[in-house]
């Protein structure tokens, strides 16, 4: 498991798109090349790289009679940090205090306190310049060790399908799946927190594009002239509630700027706006156009605007199949691992897979404080989120 995950992330899988606009999948081929080799090396019954969409397939052909089983995890790191020329730092024997990766980045226990629940344990970071990765790069171990635990054992089990997906940071990880090639009756998402998480609530969330067309002027005599493009943005983000990110959890939503760039001439924004609730997620939606549309009236029509809803939540759909929630949990908790039902406040490719018509639940990998320089993963815990998709295998 170890020498796998190290051999992962030391390649640069970050998600990002090109100046065409399309996804650029450079790195995620790169890693996806590899895992093919690893899967053929196993012998699956099927393996298929989608070049084009850079999605691998996989399938170890079982009993007809049982179930078929789904597993998926994807192949890009969050572009919010590089996961280029990742130093992996293992400690080993964790002594339950502070983590200190370089001299500015230090896993603090009074802020990160999760963590001292690994002592004794192996833990995994970066040296602190660069995300580790395990995000998701966990989850595709994970996988790949029940993989080989059901090839080199003569145990009896469903159909087994595996995939490795693109472009999941990017909002559009299911978008492109096949399910030619991949047709469970349920799915698991690797691609969880921590270790006995289980999630099949997610947040319903548009992107909003924002473009500030301003009009530059000799700032001494701008009166009546200039349009101040960056100063509309700044004008335009107070205007909103103070519902961000860094002052919600649990089911309360948010506007969250992810990017802002600019100056006087032009400046434009991002916000992913989200929400649990529909109605919530839609007033919210009307909110931001509705400050636009008061800025364009005052500022001569400057602010150009789309926003693309992403995902809907799925809560619905998954609590009409409750046998199917409570025979998940109680298979994992078999394993002596307590579950935790929880919110999905990010996203996975759970929801578009469900939207598809496949039930799917998201598992947790074992990663903490992913998306971040602090991310950090527990040895022990991924080889135990491997344990419990096997026994998924064998008690579905």
């Given amino acids: 498991m170890l020498e796998r995950f190290i051999k992962y992330v030391k390649i640069n899988t970050t998600s990002k798109f090109g100046k065409n606009g399309k996804p650029n999948n450079n790195g995620q081929k790169k890693l996806a090349s590899v895992i093919v080799k ?37 192949l890009d790191t969050s572009n919010d940090r590089f996961s280029k020329d990742v130093k992996v730092n293992i400690i080993e024997n964790y002594d339950g205090n502070d983590i200190i990766l370089n001299d500015k980045v230090v896993i603090k226990t009074n802020k990160y306190p999760d963590v001292k629940e690994k002592k004794g344990k192996t833990i995994i970071t970066s040296d602190g310049n660069n995300l580790l990765g395990a995000d998701n790069k966990a ?37 492109y799946l096949n399910k030619k090639y991949f047709s469970p009756d349920i799915v698991f998402c690797v691609d969880g927190n921590a270790l006995g998480d289980l999630s099949y609530e997610n947040l319903n969330s548009a992107l909003a594009e924002i473009k500030i ?111 199917i929630i409570d025979k998940t949990i109680d298979i994992i908790e078999s394993t002596g691992v307590y579950v935790k039902i929880v919110p999905n406040r990010g996203c996975t490719d759970g929801p578009g897979i469900t939207n598809k018509g496949i039930t799917c639940f998201t598992i947790g990998t074992g990663v903490h404080n992913y998306h971040s320089l602090y991310e950090y993963v527990c040895l022990e815990d991924m080889e135990m989120v491997s344990k419990i998709l096997i026994e998924l295998v064998k008690k579905w």
């Fill in 38 to 74: 690893e899967l053929k090396s196993l012998k699956l019954d099927k393996v298929y790289f989608d070049k084009k969409h850079c999605f691998v397939y996989g399938l170890l052909k079982g009993d007809n009679n049982l179930p078929k089983l789904g597993f998926i995890s994807h």
């Fill in 139 to 175: 989850g595709i171990c994970e996988i790949i060790s029940m993989l080989e635990y059901f090839c080199n054992n003569n145990c009896k089990h469903g159909d087994i399908y595996v995939c490795f997906n693109s472009n999941e940071e990017l909002g559009i990880g299911s978008e």
């Fill in 213 to 323: 067309n301003g009009i530059m002027s000799h700032y001494g005599y701008a009166k009546d002239i200039m349009i101040n493009a960056s100063y509309i943005a700044c004008l335009l983000n107070s205007m909103l509630p103070n519902e961000t990110p860094m002052n919600t959890d649990g089911l309360e939503g948010f506007y969250h700027l992810k990017k802002i760039k600019g100056d006087i001439s032009r400046c434009n924004l991002e916000y992913l706006i989200s929400d649990f609730d529909i109605g919530k997620f839609e007033a919210k939606k009307k909110k931001l156009t509705s400050v636009i549309s008061k800025l364009n009236n005052k500022y001569k029509g400057c602010i150009n605007y789309k926003i693309n809803d992403l995902y809907y939540n799925v809560k619905d759909i998954i609590l009409k199949k409750k046998d």
